[in-house]
């Protein structure tokens, strides 16, 4: 079964804290992406990686990809109020450019 | 470039009302998504077309949701009859045609269901 697993599910941290999400799945794919949710908004996309060892860098916020290991990490260093949102990881199935598989989401609230 | 636009944003109706949710894509992006986002099921896919065709309705609920691309630059999604637990956010998203881009949402369409 093809899956995409994300934890922790929830987290409440401080700010000026450093922490992780962790993205793992099942399937055998290279391409895998990170995206934003703000409560009663839509999806934005925050990073694309597409190969192992791909790290990209946005701000306080880090990803980057293990494809042996099939984990995906988002970083976030010295949390700010403003990077509460909800996080989803996505991986593309190898044998289809159409669909991703998404993990449930983290949410991330980040409190002064 | 304006972007997956959605429409209606907000809706409100009748159990048993036909709903009728419209998705104008990203110019050039050839495969078009339907999900729904709810609490407690969180993100789902329903249905995906590339170049204007279904690929996989599995994730469509039943009979009573369908969808259609007549054109490239647009698809509906429609739920017939609806019922209070069709109440959900619907997003519809695009994405150009070569591997490793990333989807672009649309702004969904609240639906609410009395």
């Known amino acids: 079964e093809l899956k995409v697993e994300q934890n922790p599910l929830f987290l409440s941290m401080q700010e000026g804290k450093n922490y992780t999400i962790y993205c793992n799945y099942s399937t055998t794919s290279d391409r895998l992406y990170w995206y934003r949710q703000d409560p009663g908004k839509s999806l934005e996309s925050l990073f694309v990686?597409?190969?192992n060892g791909a790290v990209k860098q946005e701000g306080r916020l880090m990803a980057s990809l293990d494809t042996k290991a099939r984990l995906s990490t988002l970083h976030i260093t010295a949390a700010v109020h403003d990077l509460s949102a909800t996080y989803f990881c996505a991986v593309d199935i190898m044998d289809s450019n159409y669909q991703l598989i998404w993990g449930a989401g983290t949410k991330l609230i980040i409190k002064p | 470039d304006a972007g997956v636009i959605q429409s209606p944003r907000h809706e409100v109706t009748e159990m048993g009302q036909e709903v009728t949710l419209r998705c104008k894509p990203i110019s050039g992006h050839n495969s078009l998504f339907w999900y729904r986002q709810t609490m407690m099921r969180g993100l789902e896919l329903l249905i995906y077309f590339n170049n204007n065709v279904p690929i996989d309705d599995s994730g469509m609920p039943e009979d009573r949701f369908s969808a259609k691309m007549p054109n490239a630059s647009f698809s509906t999604l429609k739920i017939q009859p609806s019922e209070p637990r069709d109440s959900a956010v619907y997003f519809c998203?695009?994405?150009?045609?070569?591997?490793?881009?990333?989807?672009?949402f649309g702004e969904g369409s609240w639906l609410t269901v009395v």
């Open positions: 998203a695009s994405r150009p045609a070569s591997s490793g881009n990333t989807i672009y």
């Open positions: 990686l597409l190969s």
